[in-house]
């Protein structure tokens, strides 16, 4: 029990570390600062979805308790409540990256590299590499 222990704290912050580095690479490479208007987040009417790895997931649930994950059961991410992000601490890799104003490439660029990272991370400690819509993650893995 102890080992898991390790291992699940060595996961989370190995995750934070991407976290860090995409914060740090989003500061000095996207100038434009996103308005937080939180129009993003509902999928349906912007017209885009998210994916995430199983990792993300993963820290999700170590930063909310597992218990705390939420279904998503309409376009709306369920964690934006008021137009406002309730998580955005621990926001996936892809809501720090997207930026309606910003240049496509460069997120292209830190999306592809992200997901080299969180692949490798689930090389190292054997958990099968998954990538998937965001509803889909979370209604498989939520109970409500």
């Known amino acids: 029990m102890v080992e898991r222990q390790k291992v699940?704290?060595?996961?989370?912050?190995?995750?934070?570390e991407i976290y860090d580095w995409l914060n740090s690479q989003i500061e000095n490479n996207i100038p434009e600062k996103c308005d937080a208007c939180g129009q993003c987040c509902d999928f349906i009417t912007y017209d885009h979805r998210l994916y995430v790895t199983i990792i993300e997931i993963i820290y999700l649930a170590a930063k909310l308790n597992v218990d705390n994950l939420k279904q998503m059961k309409t376009g709306l991410c369920p964690?934006?409540?008021?137009g406002k992000?309730?998580?955005h601490e621990h926001r996936f890799s892809g809501c720090r990256i997207f930026n309606c104003k910003a240049n496509s490439d460069i997120q292209n660029?830190?999306?592809?590299?992200?997901?080299?990272?969180?692949?490798?991370?689930c090389e190292k400690y054997q958990?099968?590499?998954?990538?998937?819509?965001?509803?889909y993650a979370l209604n498989e893995l939520s109970e409500d």
Do not use: G, H
């Not at 699940?8 to 934070?16: G, M, P, T």
């Not at 660029?109 to 991370?121: G, H, P, W, Y």
């Open 8 to 16: 699940n704290s060595e996961l989370i912050q190995d995750v934070k």
């Open 85 to 87: 992000c309730t998580v």
């Open 79 to 82: 964690y934006n409540e008021e």
């Open 109 to 121: 660029e830190l999306s592809e590299t992200a997901l080299k990272k969180f692949k490798a991370l």
């Open 127 to 135: 958990i099968p590499y998954r990538y998937m819509d965001l509803a």
